[in-house]
Structures are given as structure tokens and as C-alpha cells.
């Protein structure tokens, strides 16, 4: 089996333009009919065919100028038209089976509502059409539809008109006046309650908010139409961005791929980041659901109103757009506590991805399903290459550059080149050499040594960023190091040069040396403050060092960082059979008794590295035993700290529920310690009372992930509980199916065989095979992990019935099993005889063809 690889390289600007686009469209669940009438220009001087993407499209009718034509081609992909003028209106009628659709890309029916996700290219299972997004055109789509199971009927842009047909259906008229390309567009038909309110932007303008929820759920949505308003007020305070159409509509559907979509004033979620009242959602839900609001609502400047040439320059849009709603997010909730989300992310997935066969910049080069564009390296480390863009300009000038991109390149579709291009008016600051960020894969490695004599000490700092799967060849990056430097006692000290400059060092060569005046003893660098850029840091400081750092550092960051350090070589210690010192744990005692009131630094820091992390720190993992390590630091943990941990537990005290970042933190720190103290079977009592005095869904399900750690009996009566009741409510199931994957059991695999059966799983819907499937693959060490490969087998085994309906969440669940290069001979044989099974299976999937096959290519350069 063989795919073809397309190529950023081998761009070309469209044969044709549309400027206009007619939708007629009759919703019926097999037949739905699609009427379009496309205004096309050629691009240019030249003789080609018009060639118009469309999958899975039952033509009917074809006309140009209104002239019915025959001289056309229809394949599996594409209808081509040999000969064309230079400027025509081509009408095609086609339909198409929505009811049939189970990938969740075009148009599909699930649950009674019609939805559409176009994103990257489900356009052409809609209509015949140039579906790339620097094809840009207006767009006019009237939705006819049964008034009884349709009353709702929903697309891009402002309602213009509506009406009833003499059989008793129903149609609305869209307008939307912006061009957009065809990978925005959307529309949704079904039955909802909706809540209605409206926000005045800062000139003056009345917007209408529409947020669609399923009916009876009314009561979970305004929280998220809460979150809406106070991104667009944020919005035009930091950017100056005021929202341009009439009316903003939200919604929420259950059987969706991605996490939200940000179509052109009618974004579609996933209901899972839009339904929240304490009773169903914990903090971290509402902390998402605002988030996500967010992100897809600043995509109307960030990706919308400024979009992509190609999809190789996704970033420019996504990476450019979570940087946003992290900035956002900071703002309504915690810094800190958002910054270490997001760390943690970087260095639990991005690293990895790094490090694997799927390695890519952030603006890649080739591809053979645009579909795995989304990941981790395009978002979230390109949200990191802004932030460092942030740093370097600072916010006034950063702001200034936005401004120049949005004046230079509003309603075009362009590419990352471009964005630098507009940030560059803002600096005199060359960013040629940083622009390598864009193009290089990988995670730069930074070492620091120093050397001491009788009065000075000179530390050294270099980078060097390892070769890929994709890339052998490396240079080196512009990099914004946060730095400052201390010794055993907490004294800081300047550089002599001055080459930290308000506590930024730039690296931009392969070394550079700092030298210090303090009398000739060794110093602490502490490194990377607020993770001021996506790399690992090769020091090796002591246990001391790290506790000083701990203790001394300005950077709260630097400070929960030294103790993920110290927790790490605790376990190494337990991986190579040693003991921890007595001194290390009264040093932690210490550290931990000094910011015992200061709930947020004390949550984060009480958090244990998780395996996944870890792994990112090691090579030639054996699974067993760093499991083990980790097991027995744990517990080691909660014996040495008992008592001061059971003091905090009791010194907190929350009256009843409220999502504020006060109670947000207490609570947290609350849980995370009910975890440590559950370890201890005396503390079983105090999980329970935990759980039956809980009046929200943050405490309930803290309560059930401690007894999860230790209190197997407890586990399951409180599980029992909580699955009676919440058996109705699919969206807080999903809690409960995590929770049962996640479990370490040895019937784990007969266990998940037996969650598939229950009623309210489905391997439709994306979200209950994310909880079940996707927990157990990512987050269940031993169950997935065990000795004779039978987890690796059963994922496999399910995604092979998976690739079939829904082949993009087959590909992004695949993810474990291609990063067989960071484990032991065993485990690497165990998970690359899985992917030969996947990759002889006939009619395998693109989506997942390019994982499995990247990932088995890797062997002969992982060695």
C-alpha cells in the first residue's frame, strides 16, 4: 500500500478562484440534496482543466452558463472539466447520505442533529468544490428542513430570510458577507434549547449570542456563555479585535472529532466544552470550557478574517491562537497554574512526538493526511515559538506587530513568512535567525557546566538539537533562556558582561560563557524561567542545588521545576535499588512546611512526575521497573510526609461550591493531598467521608482517583455509586469509563471488553472511545504496558474496527504504540509486531497508513 506525499515545497496557487457560492440544501438522512451555484474565475494565463474536489457525491446535474454539459470526468476524488472559459457560473446538483457518514467529516446525522465539520477537507463530501483554504469566497446557503424534527436551522453569516414550502417544510436564508474559505463553512439542523443574550462591543455594536444546547440541558450552558462575553471584552482590550457579524452562535453537539470549530460565526463544539454546572463538571471542566470559548472565538481575527494559504502553514493560525487563549486564560485564573498545564504538555506529549517517527516543525514540510497536521508540535509548540516572540519584542511592540498583520494581510489567506514579515516592523531585532523555529524539527538540548577558581566562575551554556526522523542536520536556534543565577545560601548574583538582560539570556550561538565575581565558589544558573522556550535542560544539580533553588529563586516556575528535578532523582534512585537519604526528605519536609498556606505553589508541587514525563528524561525504558520506582517513591512519599500533609488536608476549609480561582486552588490543593494520604490504609475513612460530603463534581472525583491509588474495595462500592448516578448523563460517564481504564487490575482487558458493552458506549461517538480506548492506551502504564504485549494487542485490535468508521480518532489513539523507540528491546518488538498487523490489514486508512508506516520506516535510524 502506498500513498502520495504532498509536499509544502510543491505549492502552487489555484487554476481557478470562486468569488461566490449559491447553497440550496434539502436535509434528509439518506438523500440529502445539494444544490451549488459556484461563480469561477480563471487564475492567471493558462490552459488547464477545471478540476473540483468532491468525495462520496452523487452527481446529478451539471451545468456551466446554464447550459447542461456532458464533456466532464467523475472519479473517485475529483470531477474534472476539460475545457472551460476564463470567467463562468457552474451549477451541480448532487446528494449525499449524511445518516451513512459515521467519520464525522462533511455533513452527518447523529443523534437527530445535523452537523458538518470541514476542517481540514470535508467540504468535498458536501458539494464539488476547490476545497484548499486560499480558495476564498462570500457565501449565501438557504437550509430547508422538516419543521418538527428541524426547527432549527443554522449556517455561516446573518439570517437574512425565512419561510415555509407549500409541503410543509421550512427554510432560512444565510448571508455571509466575509469571504472564507471552504473549510469554515458550516451548518447545523436539529432541535435545541437555545439561551439568548447579547454583548455591545466598544463602538457601540449590538451582537447577538445564540448558544444551542441539546433539549433539557439548558441549565449547563451559561457558564459558557458567561465565558464568550468575556473573551470578546478581552479581546478588544489586548488586541483591539471587535467581532463583525450580527450574531455569534455556539453549538454544542455530542458526536464530534475534534474539540471545537471555529466556522465563521457558527462555531460547532464538542458538548463537552460547553456543558457545565457544578453538579456534572469539575474545575478543570470549566477551566476548558472557557478556554476553548476563547480559542475558537479568537480564530475570527487569528484564522478567519486572516486564514491559511495551506494547510503546511496551520500554525499560523493554531499555534498563533493558543497562545491567545493562554494568555487569556492567565488572565481570568491562575498564571502559574495555567503555565505548569502547559508545560507539562510539552514535555509529556511534544517531546515525545519529537522524538518519534512523526517528528515535524511546527510548519512541515510534507504529509500524506492533512488530517494529522493537528497535533501537538503545530498547537501547543507553536504556541510556545509565539510566546517566545512575546519575550523578545515585549507586549507594546508584540501588540504593534499584530496590528501591522492584521492592516497588511486582513481577508488573505497566508503563510507563517508573512506573519514574521509583520512582527518584523515591530523590532530591530532580526528574526531571520529566529524564523528557524518554523522549519526545524525537534527539541534543542541545553547543557550547562561552569568552572571555578579562586575568585571567579564561569558558566558555560550551549545547545545542541538531536537528529530526527525527519531532519539529520541541525543549526542552531535564536533562544530566550529566562536566567538568573544563586548559590547554596539564596544570594543572587549579575553576570559581569550584563549579558542577562531583565533576566533573559539569548542564545543564539552553539556557546556563550558568562563569568561571575563571588569568590570562587560554585554557583546555581537557575534555567528557563516561566519555560521561556520549548527545551530540555542538561545540568545535573544536587539534590542541595536543587532544594536551594527550591527555596531561593525569584520564578515560581523555576521553583515547582526543582522539585520535579529532585522527585525524578528520587526515582532513579529506586530504579537502580538505592535508598533516598533521610536529608533529602527532611529538606523536602522543610521546603514543603515553608509554603503551607500558599495553596497553588503547594498544589503543583505536591504533584508527582507522572510516567510519561519521566519517560522523557530516560532511554531504553524498562516499563516494570520505572513503574515500580515511581510506585515506591510514592508511597515512600506519603510515609516520610504524613503528617504534615494530613495538617494541610485539615487546614483547608471551603464553605459550599463556587468556581472562583480562590476555592479553585484550595480545592485542588485539597485533592492532590487526599491522594497522597489515600496510599495509607488508614486514611480510608477519609476518603469516603471525602466522596459522601461532596456537593460537587471536583471533590467527588477527587475522592474517587484516591481511592483508585490504594482502597480497591472502596474503589468499587464509590465507583458502583457514582455509575448508578450518572448512568443517564453520557458526558459524565465519560469520567467513569476514564476511571475503570485507568485502573491498574490484572482482568484489566477483559474488563474493557465488558465497558464496551454498556448502553451508553458507542464506537460512534468519539468521546466515549477517547475515555475508555484512549485512557487505557495513554494513561494505564501496566495494563497497556504488560510483559507479553496483550495490551498493545488489544488496542490494536480495536483500531482496526475503528479505522473503518472513524479513521482520524484511529490515528490520533495509534499515537502510543509509535513511540516504540523510547522503551526496551522487549517492549520495542512487542509494539512494532502491532503495527506490521496494522499495516497488512487491507483498506487501512491514510490517517492512520502514514503513522504506522512512518513509525516502522524509523527502526533503521533509531538504532
Known sequence: MSMQVKRRADYQPPAFLISSVELTIHLH???????????????????????????????????????????????????????????????????????????????????????????????????????????????????????????TLLSNGNPVDEGINADGTHWVKWVDPHPKPSYLFAIVAGEFDVLKDEYITLNGKRVALELYVDKGKRDRGQFALDSLKRAMAWDEQEYGLEYDLDIYMVVAVDFFNMGAMENKGLNIFNSKFVLANPETATDEDFFNVESVIAHEYFHNWTGNRVTCRDWFQLSLKEGLTVFRDQQFSADMTSPLSNRIKHVRVIREHQFAEDASAMSHPIRPDEVIEMNNFYTVTVYDKGAEVIRMLHTLL??????????????????????????????????????????????????????????????????????????????????????????????????????????????????????????????????????????????????????????????????????????????????????????????????????????????????????????????????????????????????EFITKLENELKDVYHSIQLDSYQYNQQDVIARRCKNVVLGHLARLTQ????????????????????????????????????????GEQWKNDPLVLDKWFSLHATTERADILSHLTLLQSHPQFSIDNPNRVRALIGSFAFYNTSGFHALDGSGYQYLTDYLLKLDDCNPQVAARLVTPLTQWQRFDQHHQEQMRRQLARLLEHDGLSSDVFEKVSKSLAYESTAK
Open 394 to 635: 515585549g507586549k507594546e511592540r508584540f501588540r504593534a506587530g499584530m496590528d501591522e498583520y492584521f492592516n497588511r494581510y486582513d481577508g488573505q489567506a497566508v503563510t507563517c513568512d508573512d506573519f514574521l514579515s509583520a512582527m518584523q516592523t515591530a523590532t530591530d531585532l532580526d528574526l531571520a535567525h529566529f524564523s528557524r523555529w518554523y522549519s526545524q524539527s525537534g527539541t534543542p538540548e541545553i547543557t550547562v557546566s561552569q568552572k571555578v577558581s579562586a575568585d571567579k566562575t564561569w558558566v558555560t551554556i550551549s545547545q545542541y538539537t538531536p537528529p530526527t526522523a525527519d531532519q539529520q542536520d541541525k543549526s542552531e536556534l535564536f533562544i530566550p533562556l529566562g536566567f538568573s543565577c544563586i548559590d547554596l545560601n539564596g544570594r543572587h548574583y549579575q553576570d559581569c558582561e550584563q549579558k542577562v538582560l531583565e533576566g533573559v539570556l539569548i542564545l543564539d550561538q552553539p556557546e556563550t560563557t558568562l563569568t561571575f565575581d563571588n569568590g570562587g565558589q560554585e554557583l546555581i544558573p537557575v534555567m528557563l524561567a516561566g519555560f521561556s522556550a520549548p527545551v530540555r535542560i542538561k545540568q545535573g544539580l544536587s539534590s542541595e542545588a536543587l532544594l536551594a533553588t527550591f527555596l531561593y529563586a525569584q520564578d515560581d516556575f523555576n521553583r515547582w521545576d526543582a522539585l520535579q528535578q529532585l522527585y525524578d532523582w528520587c526515582i532513579t534512585q529506586y530504579e537502580i535499588n538505592q535508598s533516598v537519604e533521610d536529608k533529602i526528605w527532611e529538606g523536602l519536609r522543610d521546603a514543603l512546611e515553608s509554603e503551607k498556606n500558599n495553596y497553588e505553589l503547594l498544589s503543583e508541587c505536591l504533584v508527582i512526575p507522572s510516567f510519561e514525563t519521566l519517560c522523557q528524561t530516560r532511554t531504553n525504558i524498562h516499563v516494570e521497573t520505572l513503574h515500580a520506582a515511581r510506585e515506591q517513591f510514592a508511597r
Open 29 to 151: 438522512p439518506q438523500s440529502t440534496r445539494v444544490h451549488s451555484v459556484l461563480k469561477i474565475q480563471r487564475n492567471g494565463n493558462h490552459d488547464q482543466e477545471l478540476v473540483l474536489d468532491g468525495e462520496q457525491l452523487n452527481l446529478l446535474e451539471l451545468s456551466i452558463d446554464g447550459q447542461t454539459i456532458t464533456n466532464y470526468e467523475v472519479t473517485d476524488s475529483a470531477l474534472v472539466i476539460p475545457s472551460v472559459s476564463n470567467e463562468f457560473t457552474l451549477t451541480t446538483v448532487c446528494t449525499i447520505s449524511p445518516a451513512d457518514n459515521k467519520a464525522l467529516e462533511g455533513l452527518y446525522l447523529s443523534n437527530g442533529v445535523y452537523c458538518t465539520q470541514c476542517e481540514a477537507e470535508g467540504f468535498r463530501r458536501i458539494t464539488y468544490f476547490i476545497d484548499r483554504p486560499d480558495v476564498l469566497a462570500t457565501y449565501q446557503v438557504t437550509l430547508h428542513g422538516e419543521r418538527k424534527t428541524l426547527p
Open 683 to 722: 486514611h480510608e475513612d477519609l476518603v469516603k467521608e471525602h466522596f459522601n460530603q461532596s456537593d460537587n463534581m471536583t471533590d467527588s472525583l477527587g475522592a474517587l482517583k484516591a481511592a483508585q491509588h490504594g482502597h480497591r474495595e472502596l474503589f468499587k462500592t464509590l465507583m458502583e455509586t457514582y
